[in-house]
């Protein structure tokens, strides 16, 4: 278990940002995941397509840490399902 990172997220299509607390050992579909479990199946419906973050403009590989990623505190990040044919 890592150390708790609470984050500013925001799931595409959604019109509230979220305080929402991670794991800095989290990878991406992890935090994809507790971002999404506040919003999916409440204000937006399920998809079945997988999920990513994007971090300073950018998306983060599945496979980097919040640490990694250089997410700390409060910084922002976004979630959203992947484009068609996308991975």
């Known amino acids: 278990?890592?150390?708790?990172?609470?984050?500013?997220?925001?799931?595409?299509?959604?019109?509230?940002?979220q305080l929402v607390l991670v794991e800095d050992t989290d990878t991406m579909p992890q935090v994809a995941e507790k971002v999404a479990y506040h919003v999916v199946g409440r204000r937006l419906p399920p998809r079945d397509a997988p999920m990513h973050v994007r971090y300073e403009g950018q998306r983060v590989p599945?496979?980097?840490?919040?640490?990694?990623?250089?997410?700390?505190?409060?910084?922002?990040?976004?979630v959203g399902y992947?484009?068609?044919?996308?991975?």
């Open 62 to 78: 599945d496979d980097r840490t919040v640490t990694s990623a250089g997410i700390g505190p409060l910084h922002n990040v976004y």
């Open 1 to 17: 278990m890592g150390n708790p990172v609470p984050i500013n997220a925001m799931f595409d299509g959604d019109f509230v940002t």
């Open 82 to 87: 992947d484009a068609k044919g996308q991975s």
